[in-house]
Antibody, heavy 125, light 107 residues
Framework: QAQLQQWGAGLLKPSETLSLTCGVY????????WTWIRQPPGKGLEWIGE???????HYNPSLQGRVTISIDTSNKQFSLKLSSLTAADTAVYFC???????????????????WGQGTTVTVSS | IVLTQSPGTLSLSPGERATLSCRAS???????LAWYQQKPGQAPRLLFY???SRAGGVPDRFRGSGSGTDFSLTVSRLEPEDFAVYYC?????????FGQGTKVEIK
């Protein structure tokens, strides 16, 4: 199965834009829904959004308008951008993949089975 | 869909049985309910999907069950490595949502 490695800036100021990338290794790329999830300090998990194998995104309405998830199939990477940051966006951000195989539409049918290592993002002036 | 997990914390000894509950605010389509285990400083690990289908490498002392709005995760005999936080997640109705977690701690 795929293995994920993520990277990006960890310390940002309010109003800036978070940018994280997740690389997919040792596995197929176009049979997964690629997903971002975050976890504020000491709290639970929040689904940010996903992009399907054809590149169509699907976002959590709570973040709609601030979030962009995109894929780069040639480099087997996918990315997260979150704009207009506030302290409430401070969290560990995880990339993850939900395998869909040959049954990817109209929606995913399996949850996130592969995860990146997480990136701590702190928003502070 | 709001998922409510109970109890918030479960204090048990190794060898004991653990039963964790996840209740949904409305019926989850296709019983698309997953369970994850998370240890400190690590990413979550998928344990079950579609309510009772075991993910690869998950020991058979773990069991997922339930349907509709009421789901449970049972660990028949706790091993030292099972002490962790467990989350349920529904992926049947967008936006996908997680429960707040149940911490299983050593008594």
């Amino acid at each position: 199965q795929a293995q994920l490695q993520q990277w990006g800036a960890g310390l940002l100021k309010p109003s800036e834009t978070l940018s994280l990338t997740c690389g997919v290794y040792r596995g197929p790329f176009s049979v997964y829904y690629w997903t971002w999830i975050r976890q504020p300090p000491g709290k639970g998990l929040e689904w940010i959004g996903e992009v399907n194998p054809s590149g169509t995104p699907h976002y959590n309405p709570s973040l709609q308008g601030r979030v962009t998830i995109s894929i780069d199939t040639s480099n087997k990477q996918f990315s997260l951008k979150l704009s207009s940051l506030t302290a409430a966006d401070t969290a560990v951000y995880f990339c993850a993949g939900a395998y869909c195989g040959g049954d990817c539409y109209p929606t995913l049918k399996y949850p996130m089975g592969v995860w990146g290592q997480g990136t701590t993002v702190t928003v502070s002036s | 869909i709001v998922l409510t997990q109970s109890p918030g914390t479960l204090s048990l000894s190794p060898g004991e049985r653990a039963t964790l509950s996840c209740r949904a605010s409305q019926s989850i389509p296709n019983n698309f309910l997953a369970w994850y285990q998370q240890k400190p400083g690590q990413a979550p690990r998928l344990l079950f999907y579609a309510e009772s289908s075991r993910a690869g490498g998950v020991p058979d002392r773990f069991r997922g069950s339930g349907s509709g709005t009421d789901f449970s995760l049972t660990v028949s005999r706790l091993e030292p490595e099972d002490f962790a936080v467990y989350y349920c997640q529904q992926y049947g109705s967008s936006p996908w949502t997680f429960g707040q977690g149940t911490k299983v701690e050593i008594k």
